[in-house]
């Protein structure tokens, strides 16, 4: 069943609210020149935990304690939340009613260094038990965590069956200004960006020979460096969707998981595997919402169990033209390694 809209929206702004507290935390921290902040202090859901996470976690506890009942039971799932990066918040007798998943910091090894934004990305779905899912969310936010030279930020929000929106606001609190987001309509990559993630050591070279086989096939050849298809490596699942979200990008595929899988096939592997997860893409709904198309990597719908382990790979395209002519290449490239849904 549908969740009505006037429940959506409350649940967006709850989400947005947490997500500006986060905003203007980190901004402080930034701009006072904390020390250590990209000092690694954990290992939990398969990715590292640095200083700066640590700071904001008591921030989402703070918030979600102060919901409402009608909130309640409800299951945080978040990196930092114990072992399992789960919390509940409720009554343990009451069936639960949601699961909300969040990233506080996504792009953490960006920003604590004070050289790009990274992402609060929240999303929040009906319980349905273990397999509650992506596809599950009703509501979800993004919001940009500004480095300290800053004074715009972007926040994005969708609710399922209505178009994503963009807040542009002036740190400080001036009116932001409010418009409909639009995905790039262009149906080819000369001249646009596009990329293969390849963040860390073990899976650059596979990642490489994918993203110049899929510009030797898109890219005509003898063209002239401006039709050259670009390289943005944001280190940022939400970034990522942003720049599809926004326009910027035509393209963006992180096979990550597919890679370590065709890397141990050919012997000892030793370096981290170092992966999307589930709350990495918590900002799933916003791209849908938006009209930009975003699968698995093999072309499926991206659907994952909200929590903090499960690996995921996800390719994004800003239309459907252009998810045409790359998703082929990428298939092909894939089966060319024995890799297979």
Same mark, same amino acid.
């Given at each position: ?23 203007? &935390? ?22 590292? /935990? ?46 639960? @009613? ?14 604590? &260094? ?22 599950? *969310? ?42 409909? /987001? ?24 596979? %990642?490489?020979?994918?993203?110049? *086989? ?19 490596? &944001? ?12 326009? =910027?990008? @035509?393209?963006?595929?992180?096979? @990550?998981?597919?890679? &370590? ?15 999307? =997860? ?25 659907? %994952? ?19 045409? @002519? ?13 890799? *297979?849904?």
């Amino acid at each position: 069943m549908p969740v009505p809209e006037i429940e959506a929206l409350a649940w967006v702004q709850r989400l947005e609210s947490l997500g500006f507290a986060i905003q203007e &935390y980190v901004s402080q921290l930034l701009t006072d020149g904390t020390p250590g902040l990209h000092l690694a202090v954990a290992e939990q859901g398969g990715d590292t /935990v640095y200083a700066i996470d640590r700071y904001v976690e008591p921030i989402v506890e703070k918030h979600i304690e102060l919901w409402g009942h009608e909130c309640r039971p409800l299951l945080l799932i978040a990196e930092g939340m114990g072992v399992d990066g789960r919390r509940r918040f409720g009554s343990e007798r009451d069936e639960l @009613r949601y699961r909300v998943i969040i990233d506080p910091i996504d792009g953490t090894r960006g920003l604590m &260094y004070d050289k790009r934004s990274a992402w609060f990305l929240a999303a929040v779905a009906k319980d349905r038990g273990e397999q509650t899912g992506l596809q599950d *969310t009703f509501a979800s936010v993004m919001i940009e965590l500004p480095t300290s030279k800053q004074h715009l930020c972007d926040s994005i929000s969708a609710i399922a069956g209505n178009p994503t929106l963009l807040k542009r606001t002036r740190i400080g609190g001036a009116e932001p200004i409010r418009r409909v /987001v639009s995905p790039s309509t262009s149906t080819g990559l000369a001249g646009g960006f596009g990329q293969v993630v390849s963040f860390f050591q073990g899976t650059k070279g596979l %990642a490489a020979e994918l993203m110049e *086989t899929i510009a030797a096939e898109l890219i005509p050849p003898g063209t002239t460096s401006q039709s050259a298809v670009l390289d943005d490596q &944001y280190i940022s699942t939400g970034g990522q969707m942003a720049e599809l979200i926004l326009g =910027h990008d @035509r393209f963006c595929c992180d096979l @990550r998981p597919l890679m &370590y899988q065709i890397q141990r096939r050919n012997g000892p592997f030793r370096a981290p595997e170092l992966v999307c =997860h589930p709350y990495d893409a918590a900002g799933l709904l916003t791209a849908l919402q938006s009209g930009v198309i975003i699968t698995d990597g093999f072309g499926r719908n991206l659907d %994952a169990a909200l929590d903090v382990f499960q690996p995921v790979h996800w390719c994004g395209y800003a239309n459907a033209e252009l998810q045409s @002519r790359i998703e082929p290449i990428i298939q092909r490239w894939l089966r060319g390694y024995g890799v *297979t849904p």
